[in-house]
Structure formats: structure tokens, C-alpha cells
């Protein structure tokens, strides 16, 4: 099946400074990847769609400058949590998905990344 | 309403039986609708879609009730290693790209 990686996988940082995360489609080419956000036990809740090539589209009380994304090329999308501070401490995890033309079944999946656990202090 | 909403959980089931989960989504116009595994602290992972007609994959049965807004998940003759949280998932459709999640159903397998 398709790869998603996510670099890197774990990032403590003091309060103020900024963070990339990288994610990349390993064997495919993504049009489209999209950022989610997981609290802990809570669902996981989308940040912003990603398309290659134009600005992205952000959900509704995501602050655009904070989180800043850049999906330079159909296989990396990077989001920088600028500024960071401690309630922005989460699971980040993106996906990718395949593009237009293929079946029902896969069509509308979305691979995942293994996720960027982000610790502010 | 939530947006998808699920029993928490969590269900404690023996090994061999049989469980199912429900879900209820309040957006008409999703199309799309899955169930995604996560593991403690890992990246969900596609268990399977969701069609009208209902469909199996082996030991796992989905079923979709566009009328009532309701999704279900059937696991028949559990196994120690379908101990999981499982999401219901639903695309968000009528324009929207994306996916929204509902919080999960935490299922422990018993030995």
C-alpha cells in the first residue's frame, strides 16, 4: 500500500521557538494532503487541506500564521507551528491522498503519516 | 449534534466473540464513510469503507443506513489482536475536502 512518512516522529522545544514538520509520500504522488491534530482522547480534528502548488485551506479557528504550510512539491508537504506554545503540545499527523481516476474503494482514501508527537514546555 | 458520534466505550469482550459498534454522522451530504483502527499512540489505519450495499472483509462486516445517518461495524470471532480504538470516519462532502473523525470506540479483547 502507499507510504506516508513524517519527520520527525518526536520534538520537544521551549515555548516561543518554531517547528517543521515534514511529510512525504514515499511511492505516490499526492495532490492533496491534509494536517490533523489529535488532543489526547479526543478525535482527531482537521487543521488544513494541502494542495501542491496553492495556498492552503484552513479550518475554521486555525490560525493560518501560526501554522504555516508548504506543499512544494506532489510528494512533501511541510506545516511549522510558529511560536510555539505549550497548548499546541499534540499529535500532528498528516495524510496524502492518491489522486482522481482510480476506484471507489480508493479513490477517497487517505494515507497517514506515523504522526509528530509535539511537546511545547 | 455531533458530527460523528460514538460510543466510547470501552467494550470488553472475551476472545471468540462477537462485538459490534455504531456510529451516527449529522452531515446529509457525506458520501464517503470508513472505519479506521488506531493503536495506542499510532497513526490511524484504514479498516475498511463503508458502501451502501453493505460490505465483508473477512472477519469484519460494515454496514451504511443513509436514511437514518447511521454506520455500523461488526467483528466476528474477535482475536486478542483486534484490541483497538476503531474511528468512525465520514468525508465531509458537499464541497468540503477532508475527513471528520469521531472520538473512537476503545475494544479490549479478553483472553
Known amino acids: 500500500g502507499a507510504v506516508v512518512s513524517q519527520h520527525p516522529s518526536r520534538v520537544i522545544c521551549k515555548s516561543g521557538t518554531s517547528v517543521k514538520i515534514e511529510c512525504r509520500s514515499l511511492?505516490?504522488?499526492?495532490?492533496?494532503m491534509f494536517w490533523y491534530r489529535q488532543f489526547p482522547k479526543q478525535s482527531l480534528m482537521l487543521m488544513a487541506t494541502s494542495n501542491e502548488g496553492s495556498k492552503a485551506t484552513y479550518e475554521q479557528g486555525v490560525e493560518k500564521d501560526k501554522f504555516l504550510i508548504n506543499h512544494a512539491s506532489l510528494t512533501l508537504s511541510t506545516l511549522t507551528v510558529t511560536s510555539a506554545h505549550p497548548e499546541d503540545s499534540s499529535f500532528y499527523i498528516c495524510?496524502?491522498?492518491?489522486?482522481?481516476?482510480?476506484?471507489?474503494?480508493?479513490?477517497?482514501?487517505?494515507?497517514f503519516g506515523p504522526g509528530t508527537r509535539l511537546t511545547v514546555l | 449534534r455531533k458530527e460523528v458520534e460514538q460510543d466510547p466505550g470501552p467494550f470488553n469482550v472475551p476472545e471468540g466473540a462477537t462485538v459490534a459498534f455504531n456510529c451516527t454522522y449529522s452531515?446529509?451530504?457525506?458520501?464517503?464513510f470508513f472505519w479506521y483502527r488506531q493503536d495506542c499512540r499510532k497513526e490511524p489505519k484504514l479498516l475498511m469503507s463503508v458502501y451502501s450495499s453493505g460490505n465483508e472483509d473477512g472477519r469484519f462486516t460494515a454496514q451504511l443506513n443513509r436514511a437514518s445517518q447511521y454506520i455500523s461495524l461488526l467483528i466476528r470471532d474477535s482475536k486478542l489482536s483486534d484490541s483497538a480504538t476503531y474511528l468512525c470516519?465520514?468525508?465531509?462532502?458537499?464541497?468540503?475536502?477532508?475527513?471528520?473523525f469521531g472520538k473512537g470506540t476503545h475494544l479490549i479483547i479478553q483472553p
Open positions: 470516519v465520514v468525508e465531509r462532502g458537499g464541497g468540503a475536502d477532508g475527513l471528520t
Open positions: 495524510s496524502a491522498r492518491t489522486g482522481e481516476g482510480l476506484a471507489e474503494s480508493s479513490y477517497n482514501e487517505q494515507f
Open positions: 511511492d505516490f504522488q499526492a495532490t492533496t
Open positions: 452531515n446529509s451530504a457525506s458520501q464517503s
